[in-house]
């Protein structure tokens, strides 16, 4: 990339840091220091704010960076990703949105608690909360390191370690100093900035094909070099058997996960009702369907125009779609139009991942000190040291993602994301909707279900093609490959609710009707919920 490409993007990037780090520090300055405030920003938002907010925090590096990089790669295939991110937000509507706001207070393992008060059980919940929210971060730093590494002209990997290191710093500086009222506010800023800059790019591509969409795949698919099989399904996910098995497995997991991602369910507390939570949902959803079209048109798009070959040239896994198409759509690299098009791109891509990190760690941060330490305190627990903690987790919280994003760096963050909801379906939904619908439900059960999904979910990632035996894997140079599938969720989903039935079967102890009458009652009508 050219000295122009550089200077103009990192001017940007340098404003659109200032701007967030100007609504923490405002933030910061008006909080109360309560937990209330520090955890759902006091449920002052309305469903509007709190719906684009939502938006933001779903639509992620994976969405503006690894979709549409997918899609120009395997085409048909690709889109299968939209499907399954589209269809998980009626899941979210019709089984968790209302019933989650009116059960819980904060986190995940809140509505667990309210039907047992057994510390293993809200322990289970917030160690799950806590792997899926680390899973997810992983994603963000691949799709910051690989933004910047275009960006600087892949100018080694030490460039792009220190920009992984810097968007863990930004994002822990937000977490501490502004809560969840100055993620949210980060998260509709970016929001409106991502949707802005996807509605442009849309317009641009049916400009050049006059607005021809015919045109558009059918000249996607001759640049792919596979022809009418670019439109068809089985490109990636076609063939024998193992790959029609990890089709259904990535899709169970993305239709399933997103009612299970901590940082969503969070999402529902920042609202004053559960009526509130219902309507900010329904915003989501236009928003986010809205945009998720355009990443199909982005991603053929990117296949016709900026061609395979260049898009695997500048990163293997299709991450730098995007913003090569912004440079060609606006006259090339050695054209003002190219250089600002691509600068702006770069940087709602970077303001993306700056904002989806900050809730994603706010959320993990949470359940560290709200389920975990607060249990393991045993009792009375502050809720000043309470929040305190919190924000020294965020720290620790930070330095493992950062570690774990530096070793994927070469993954595609979209396949990365479809893990963390493998793992999120796997462990979090099975221990949700057991403990809203099941009157029989025991303490027992619910740490089988936790962890009865989970284990299994991270063990045959570790055993999968994903870890070692393939050139793309982790560790490419060992092998100890068992698990034949990339992702496990056609094995680890079952698993999870299988596990918490039999915990519960099994259990000596009498299942609690009055917590089951309460919580039913407090979920359905909202009496009681705080």
Same mark, same amino acid.
């Given at each position: 990339?050219?000295?122009?490409?550089?200077?103009? #993007?990192?001017?940007?990037?340098?404003?659109?840091?200032?701007?967030?780090?100007?609504?923490?520090?405002?933030?910061?300055?008006? !909080?109360?220091?309560?937990?209330?405030?520090?955890?759902?920003? *006091?449920?002052?938002?309305?469903?509007?704010?709190?719906?684009? @907010?939502?938006?933001?925090?779903?639509?992620?590096?994976?969405?503006?960076?690894?979709?549409?990089?997918?899609?120009?790669?395997?085409?048909?295939?690709?889109?299968?990703?939209?499907?399954?991110?589209?269809?998980?937000?009626?899941? =979210?509507?019709?089984? &968790?949105?209302?019933?989650?706001?009116?059960?819980?207070?904060? +986190?995940?393992?809140?509505?667990?608690?309210?039907?047992?008060?057994?510390?293993?059980?809200?322990?289970?919940?917030?160690?799950?909360?806590?792997? &899926?929210?680390?899973?997810?971060?992983?994603?963000?730093?691949?799709?910051?390191?690989?933004?910047?590494?275009?960006?600087?002209?892949?100018?080694?990997?030490?460039?792009?370690?220190?920009?992984?290191?810097?968007?863990?710093?930004?994002?822990?500086?937000?977490?501490?100093?502004?809560?969840?009222?100055? +993620?949210?506010?980060?998260?509709?800023?970016?929001?409106?900035?991502?949707?802005?800059?996807?509605?442009?790019?849309? =317009?641009?591509?049916?400009?050049?094909?006059?607005?021809?969409?015919?045109?558009?795949?059918?000249?996607?698919?001759?640049?792919?070099?596979?022809?009418?099989?670019?439109?068809?399904?089985?490109?990636?996910?076609?063939? $024998?058997?193992?790959?029609?098995?990890?089709?259904?497995?990535?899709?169970?997991?993305?239709?399933?996960?997103? #009612?299970?991602?901590?940082?969503?369910?969070?999402?529902?507390?920042?609202?004053?009702?559960?009526?509130?939570?219902? !309507?900010?949902?329904?915003?989501?959803?236009?928003? %986010?369907? *809205?945009?998720?079209?355009?990443?199909?048109?982005?991603?053929?798009?990117?296949?016709?125009?900026?061609?395979?070959?260049?898009?695997?040239?500048?990163?293997?896994?299709?991450?730098?779609?995007?913003?090569?198409?912004?440079? $060609?759509?606006?006259?090339?690299? $050695?054209?003002?139009?190219?250089?600002?098009?691509?600068?702006?791109?770069?940087?709602?891509?970077?303001?993306?991942?700056?904002?989806? /990190?900050?809730?994603?760690?706010? @959320?993990?941060?949470?359940?560290?000190?709200?389920?975990?330490?607060?249990?393991?305190?045993?009792?009375?627990?502050?809720?000043?040291?309470? &929040?305190?903690?919190?924000?020294?987790?965020?720290?620790?919280?930070?330095?493992?993602? %950062? #570690?774990?994003?530096?070793?994927?760096?070469?993954?595609?963050? #979209?396949?990365? /994301?479809?893990?963390?909801?493998?793992?999120?379906?796997?462990?979090?939904?099975?221990?949700?909707?057991?403990?809203?619908?099941?009157?029989?439900?025991?303490?027992?059960?619910?740490?089988?279900?936790?962890?009865?999904?989970?284990?299994?979910?991270?063990?045959?990632?570790?055993?999968?093609?994903?870890?070692?035996?393939?050139?793309?894997?982790?560790?490419?140079?060992?092998?100890?490959?068992?698990?034949?599938?990339?992702?496990?969720? %056609?094995?680890?989903?079952?698993?999870?609710?299988?596990?918490?039935?039999?915990?519960?079967?099994?259990?000596?102890?009498?299942?609690?009707?009055?917590?089951?009458?309460?919580?039913?009652?407090?979920?359905?009508?909202?009496?009681?919920?705080?």
């Amino acid at each position: 990339m050219t000295g122009n490409h550089q200077t103009l #993007a990192l001017v940007l990037f340098s404003v659109f840091v200032a701007v967030t780090l100007g609504i923490t520090t405002w933030v910061s300055r008006n !909080r109360r220091g309560s937990a209330e405030e520090f955890y759902a920003g *006091g449920r002052l938002f309305s469903p509007m704010e709190n719906g684009f @907010a939502v938006a933001g925090d779903y639509a992620s590096a994976a969405s503006f960076l690894g979709v549409p990089g997918l899609i120009a790669l395997f085409g048909y295939d690709g889109v299968l990703y939209v499907v399954g991110f589209l269809v998980a937000w009626l899941v =979210v509507l019709f089984l &968790v949105a209302e019933l989650v706001r009116n059960c819980g207070r904060f +986190t995940l393992a809140d509505v667990v608690a309210a039907r047992t008060s057994e510390r293993s059980a809200r322990i289970a919940a917030g160690t799950s909360s806590v792997t &899926v929210s680390v899973l997810y971060l992983v994603a963000q730093m691949v799709g910051a390191g690989s933004l910047v590494a275009l960006l600087l002209g892949r100018c080694g990997s030490g460039a792009q370690a220190w920009t992984v290191v810097g968007v863990g710093a930004l994002m822990v500086i937000y977490v501490s100093l502004g809560g969840m009222r100055a +993620t949210t506010w980060i998260q509709i800023v970016k929001a409106v900035l991502m949707l802005g800059g996807t509605v442009v790019l849309t =317009v641009l591509v049916l400009v050049r094909f006059h607005g021809d969409i015919d045109r558009l795949l059918l000249t996607a698919a001759e640049r792919s070099g596979h022809g009418d099989a670019f439109l068809v399904p089985g490109l990636r996910y076609g063939g $024998d058997l193992t790959a029609r098995l990890d089709f259904i497995s990535l899709g169970l997991a993305l239709v399933l996960g997103t #009612a299970g991602l901590p940082h969503i369910l969070s999402r529902f507390y920042t609202v004053p009702t559960a009526r509130a939570a219902r !309507r900010s949902v329904i915003w989501s959803i236009g928003l %986010i369907g *809205g945009f998720y079209l355009m990443a199909i048109v982005l991603g053929f798009g990117a296949a016709a125009i900026v061609g395979p070959d260049a898009l695997r040239g500048s990163n293997a896994a299709g991450n730098t779609a995007v913003p090569l198409l912004a440079l $060609d759509l606006g006259g090339g690299a $050695d054209s003002t139009a190219g250089t600002v098009l691509f600068a702006v791109v770069a940087a709602v891509a970077f303001a993306t991942i700056l904002a989806v /990190v900050a809730g994603i760690t706010l @959320a993990s941060s949470a359940s560290v000190a709200h389920d975990l330490y607060a249990s393991l305190r045993r009792r009375g627990a502050r809720q000043r040291s309470e &929040v305190a903690v919190a924000r020294v987790a965020a720290v620790g919280i930070g330095v493992v993602a %950062i #570690a774990l994003g530096l070793l994927a760096r070469n993954l595609n963050v #979209a396949f990365l /994301v479809g893990l963390a909801f493998a793992v999120a379906a796997s462990a979090n939904l099975p221990v949700l909707l057991y403990s809203l619908f099941w009157r029989g439900f025991t303490p027992r059960g619910a740490v089988w279900a936790v962890y009865g999904g989970l284990v299994p979910a991270l063990g045959l990632v570790v055993l999968s093609p994903v870890v070692s035996g393939s050139p793309d894997a982790l560790f490419p140079g060992v092998d100890f490959q068992f698990f034949p599938l990339e992702n496990p969720g %056609i094995v680890s989903v079952p698993l999870g609710f299988l596990a918490g039935w039999l915990g519960t079967v099994t259990s000596t102890e009498v299942p609690d009707e009055a917590k089951h009458a309460e919580t039913e009652v407090r979920s359905l009508t909202g009496a009681g919920a705080v």
